[in-house]
């Protein structure tokens, strides 16, 4: 049983940046790729990004390339999502979610483990 535990949320201005972090607990983190996934209010949880378990590909949404980064530390079991150019749009609580599957997916129903989530708000 893996246990995700996101932070770093908040309120940011338009334009302004944001670093999440997500700690990971309870396995074997360099067996999971690692995700993260956002819902807004009053609409359905989308992909945002994800990297492989080995940190060498990733793969984002078109609406944050450029913008956002994710990047991992297998050493200490830790998974980040560095967000600039934010827009209003972006706001969403963040969620951060472990896949055990063979292939790399940015699919909600591959995803084995969730985090409770993180709050982002950018102000216009």
């Known amino acids: 049983q893996v246990q995700l535990v996101e932070s770093g949320g908040g309120l940011v201005q338009a334009g302004g940046s944001l670093r999440l972090s997500c700690a990971a607990s309870?396995?074997?983190?360099?067996?999971?790729?690692m995700g993260w996934f956002r819902q807004a209010p009053g609409k359905e949880r989308e992909f945002v990004a994800v990297?492989?378990?080995?940190?060498?590909?990733?793969v984002y949404v078109d609406s944050v390339k450029g913008r956002f980064t994710i990047s991992r530390d297998n050493a200490k079991n830790m998974v980040y999502l560095q967000m600039n150019s934010l827009k209003p749009e972006d706001t969403a609580v963040y969620y951060c979610?472990?896949?055990?599957?063979?292939?790399?997916?940015?699919?909600?129903?591959?995803?084995?483990?969730w985090g409770k989530g993180t709050l982002v708000t950018v102000s216009s």
């Open positions: 979610a472990a896949a055990g599957r063979t292939t790399i997916s940015r699919f909600t129903n591959d995803m084995d483990y």
């Open positions: 309870g396995g074997t983190f360099s067996n999971y790729h």
């Open positions: 990297i492989t378990r080995n940190g060498a590909s990733t």
